[in-house]
């Protein structure tokens, strides 16, 4: 709903005629959640009766990216220039060409090189004659197969084989059944049974790999970030967590995404308990009554896995709901630390609650954006959120600076100048609701000020769980407790080698025929981690 205002002069801006505005634009922000929310609901009848939705058709960009492509040469994008691409190829064979038709006196003078890359893609089938033998005390003996020649689980498919798979399944995200489909055409005899089975089972080298990872890269991390997404499990609504920064991604889906739940995805399957500094400055914040908290300093202070923890909290009778809730997420807290979790570890992420936990951060991106969900009512109010907007931008622009070289004496600068943003008033109920959001959390938009490692923005875990949103459009959901875990692990391993600069496939390759010639992923976030932190990738206005 638009609806142009007439213009009031100065003079006539009585403070009447202020609140009458003021009561006005009110309304306009209220008719305009009103109108999406009506749309919305239009949108969903349309979908229960088969019907399309109004499409949600998206502004042209391509004007802008030309426009920014100007300044370069050739108006080309970087990295796009030529290179001698062949040059860092592995030749595997050379084939000298001589022409048969040569004239009288013709003389050989050179060779010019011309590479052509080829992939051979074909089913190899090989029977193994293996030879037994009889033991003079009895008994027999059977000779071994060649080290690699089958996973390291066994079978009657070859390691080359299994790691096809798993590339074409968790990387180029092939279902299970055009994967079945293609390797039927290539010739191999496999069903879908068995082909499900290399899937999901037998998967325990690198479920434990896994758990290296995320261990590893809590204890060698300054920060994480964090995000999570809807993931279908069951046919049920469940949803799929991310952690991780440029060491490591780590990736696991549950039924439900609390605080209680996120401190579980932290901690791994094995679960630790610990009463220490960190549980009871966590249940002082949380205001958990006195008498639980000398209760529960009183006796054992550490506990390994739920069960012993749940039979701590009944021999104390704590059976009420948020004690329990507050407890628990307390004493995990405290096992994290007990691990060699630094209490220091900044956790980055878009500002939800469950997120809220050490020491946190929070993202630009996601504290500027109710600004540009705005639809404006009148071209005042459009240029009162693109002012607002820019200013916020623009003191962006001033942290980024900071972070660059971190100056002590520039933080009570800009702490002033962030408060000159947030406190301002602009009359607009949509627009000073949000700035007096950012306001309520200066403390985690300005952690950067203190940590000039922590990234202002949470782009890189968004970019991260997005191949998992993909899977889940072309997969939909998992069906089975082993087919989930197997799709977290997988995604973490994939992502994790992407930013340690390993090649999956050769991961893959080494892990399946058992080799152990590929370093652990877990030592190669130690080492980079003592390289120094790369900076994820930079935000830019919405």
Known sequence: MKVELPEIRPEDRTPLVEALLGIVRQLLDRVGQLEETNQQLRDEIA??????????????????????????????????????????????????LHRADLPDGAKFRCYEAYVVQELLIKNENTRYLRARYDLPGGGSMLAPFPQGVLPVEGGHFGANLIAYILDQYHQAQVTEPLLLVQLWEYGIDISAGQLHRILTEDKDVFHQEKDEV????????SYIGTDDTGARHQGKNGYCTVI???????????????????????QGSQRDYAINETALAYWQRQKLLPALVTQLQEGPQQFAGEQAWQAR?????????????????????GGLIARGVSPD???????????????????????ERPLTKLIPH????????????????????????????????LRPVLEAGFAALVEQRTGYPSIDGPLQEMSDHQADLLRVLERPEVPLHNNG???DIREFVKRRKISGGTRSAAGRRCRDTFASLKKTCRKLGVCFWDYLHDRVRGLGKFPRLSDLIRQKARQGPAPDGQAVPA
């Open 47 to 96: 979908k229960l009766k088969g019907q399309k939705p109004r499409p949600d058709i998206k502004p042209s960009l391509l004007e802008g990216a030309k426009s920014k492509n100007k300044g370069q040469q050739g108006g080309k994008r970087p990295g796009s220039a030529k290179r001698p691409k062949t040059n860092e190829l592995t030749i595997h064979q050379e084939v000298p």
């Open 313 to 333: 909290l009944a021999a104390l009778a704590i059976t009420d709901a948020r004690h329990v809730r507050i407890v628990t997420e307390g004493a995990l807290l």
């Open 345 to 367: 570890l900044v956790v980055l992420s878009d500002g939800a609650p469950q997120f809220v936990i050490l020491v946190h951060a929070a993202c630009w991106v996601h504290a």
């Open 378 to 409: 009148t071209e005042e109010h459009r240029a009162v959120i693109e002012k607002v907007r820019g200013q916020i931008w623009d003191f962006y622009k001033e942290l980024q600076a900071y972070q660059a070289q971190p100056d002590e004496a």
């Open 244 to 266: 991780g920064n440029d060491l490591f991604a780590c990736f696991e889906s549950t039924n439900s995404k609390s605080r209680l739940n996120f401190l579980h995805v932290l």
């Open 461 to 463: 875990r968004e970019s």
């Open 214 to 221: 995320r261990a590893t890269g809590l204890a060698e991390s």
